[in-house]
T-cell receptor, first 110, second 111 residues
């Protein structure tokens, strides 16, 4: 089915481990985004990408790395997970005036 | 730095009431403003998008208004139903298609 998918949906990891969250969209949208959602903060932008091989920092990029070698994929990597990175992570893509959101990944760092 | 505030943080109303959710933003240089709905444990669903040149948008029982000069938007829900219970998020569009979100209003409609 067409759309935007995220994997895994749930992940538990330990402090210091590397974790990669996957995002895939089937529309060939140029823009893709990673947000985190924490209680009381709404969604905050981590990184975004205007096209393949073009990425830029958002509001809260520290501790995260992204890449975009293909238009349809936009993985987010936590190089050394910390407890403060426990959150729900949403991927989104956009073309024109609409952003489409994935179902989210709930990440717990112990 | 753009900041988006939503008031109230939570709202509980009986079924059938008309209600208003408020959103304010600090920088009026926005491209668009968008209202989303989020059900528990789910992603975001777009409800209404108001372009910067528009004053309001309507979809069914929902009406959203935008006043850029005062930095405010309202979402009006008519004849509320229990199925409207969700978190409502306001977001402003900045250059580069980036969204800045408010913290949301948690709405509960009691039957």
């Amino acid at each position: 089915d067409a759309g935007i998918t995220q994997s895994p949906r749930y992940k538990i990891t330990e402090t210091g481990r590397q974790v990669t969250l996957m995002c895939h969209q089937t529309w060939s949208h140029s823009y893709m985004f990673w947000y985190r959602q924490d209680l009381g903060h709404g969604l905050r932008l981590i990184y975004y990408s205007a096209a393949a091989d073009i990425t830029d920092k958002g509001e809260v990029p520290d501790g995260y790395v992204v890449s975009r070698s293909k238009t349809e994929n936009f993985p987010l990597t936590l190089e050394s997970a910390t407890r403060s990175q426990t959150s729900v992570y949403f991927c989104a893509s956009s073309r024109g005036d609409t952003q489409y959101f994935g179902p989210g990944t709930r990440l717990t760092v112990l | 730095k753009q900041e988006v505030t939503q008031i109230p943080a939570a709202l509980s109303v009986p079924e059938g009431e008309n209600l208003v959710l408020n959103c304010s933003f600090t920088d009026s240089a926005i491209y668009n403003l968008q209202w989303f709905r989020q059900d528990p444990g789910k992603g975001l669903t777009s409800l209404l998008l108001i372009q910067s040149s528009q004053r309001e948008q309507t979809s069914g029982r929902l009406n959203a208004s935008l006043d850029k000069s005062s930095g405010r938007s309202t979402l009006y829900i008519a004849a509320s139903q229990p199925g409207d219970s969700a978190t409502y998020l306001c977001a402003v569009w900045e250059y580069g298609n980036k969204l800045v979100f408010g913290a949301g209003t948690i709405l509960r409609v009691k039957s």
